[in-house]
């Protein structure tokens, strides 16, 4: 019983709202986790903290994006955000993998030599050939592969886990009777199951991806992330033993947010009725922007308040990060302040939730 408790405690603390003291904020500051290390989004910085194979710590400051005037619509600055956050996720990571694997590799400039006399000069095949303009066209249009690599990445998502269960769904409508059925009460029910299978596909995806090895250290910078966050909007100092005390669970996540995502589909869905089965897909393909939306202003609602609602609203959230976090080392704690002091804004009063 002993070794449970622990445990416990650390489910206690992550379903329970923390009280933010006197004094205490809630911030617009967020981050993810990257390969040995982390980006934090300021309301003036970004930048990401990554942890060398030699030991120290690489800060690296990155460009803020300024959001047009449709990322401050409310109900259509939602989509517009997830879209960029994915696009600079994206370069964030390849950007953190590039370091990691340069400074891994060893230096074999002094191994190189030069090929024996009378030897045959290098082969420039057809393969690389195409390698070669492969590398030069990604190269020459690295931002634009950027855009493509995100709205691939949506559209896996969307097919995974909106398209996939309305599809399946589709079938078990088939084997019951009420499959030429279109009444209200039928379409909820089907919406339903529908959603089922969708949380269902959600969670396992999440289990199995917490399983790797390479996924868990992951998560590990992801719970130091919430921890530096937790400790900052307490206006506590930013120390590795301050950070350390605090809870890897945070109710402003981005795991909150895409069950949020779930949840408000199956709203919204219901009330679009049920059709045939390529029809529905176009409709849900075509209602994503709107449920991304929606379950954004319910997300900011949620942070901005402490009451019953809010804390019932963000308390799938909670749960889902002992599959989406980790309990962090301190080395990784250390990267974490480290990406966190990068942006902390000069105004205080700038970071405001």
Request: hydrophobic share 45%.
């Amino acid at each position: 019983m002993k070794k449970q408790q622990p445990r416990q405690d650390e489910w206690k603390a992550g379903i329970r709202r923390t009280k933010i003291p006197s004094g205490g904020r809630k911030t617009t500051i967020g981050g993810q986790a990257l390969i040995e290390g982390l980006m934090m989004i300021g309301p003036t910085k970004k930048a990401m903290a990554l942890r060398r194979p030699s030991g120290s710590i690489l800060v690296e400051q990155m460009p803020m994006h300024q959001f047009s005037q449709a990322g401050k619509i409310p109900f259509l600055r939602g989509s517009v955000r997830l879209f960029q956050q994915l696009v600079s996720g994206t370069k964030a990571l390849l950007r953190s993998a590039e370091i990691v694997e340069k400074d891994d590799k060893p230096d074999d400039s002094a191994q190189q030599q030069t090929p024996p006399k009378g030897s045959p000069p290098p082969q420039n095949t057809w393969f690389s050939k195409i390698g070669q303009s492969v590398e030069k066209f990604l190269t020459k249009h690295s931002d634009a592969m950027l855009y493509v690599s995100a709205a691939v990445g949506i559209a896996f998502s969307v097919g995974l886990f909106i398209l996939l269960p309305n599809f399946i769904t589709g079938f078990i409508k088939q084997l019951t009777h009420l499959s030429d059925s279109r009444s209200a009460g039928t379409v909820i029910i089907f919406n339903l199951i529908e959603g089922l299978i969708r949380i269902a596909l959600f969670i396992s995806y999440l289990a199995l991806a917490s399983k790797m090895k390479d996924i868990r250290r992951v998560w590990m910078y992801h719970g130091a992330e919430h921890k530096t966050i937790a400790c900052y909007e307490d206006n506590q100092v930013l120390t590795v033993d301050n950070v350390r005390r605090y809870s890897r669970f945070h109710p402003r996540c981005g795991t909150a947010f895409m069950f949020i995502v779930i949840l408000v589909s199956i709203i919204v869905f219901s009330f679009v009725g049920w059709w045939g089965r390529w029809v529905n897909l176009l409709i849900r393909f075509a209602l994503v922007p709107l449920v991304a939306g929606i379950a954004y202003e319910i997300i900011r609602l949620a942070g901005r308040f402490d009451n019953r609602l809010t804390r019932a609203i963000s308390t799938p959230g909670l749960w889902l990060q002992h599959l989406t976090t980790a309990e962090p080392d301190d080395g990784i704690l250390e990267v974490a302040i480290a990406a966190m002091r990068a942006v902390i804004p000069e105004e205080p009063q700038s970071d405001r939730w």
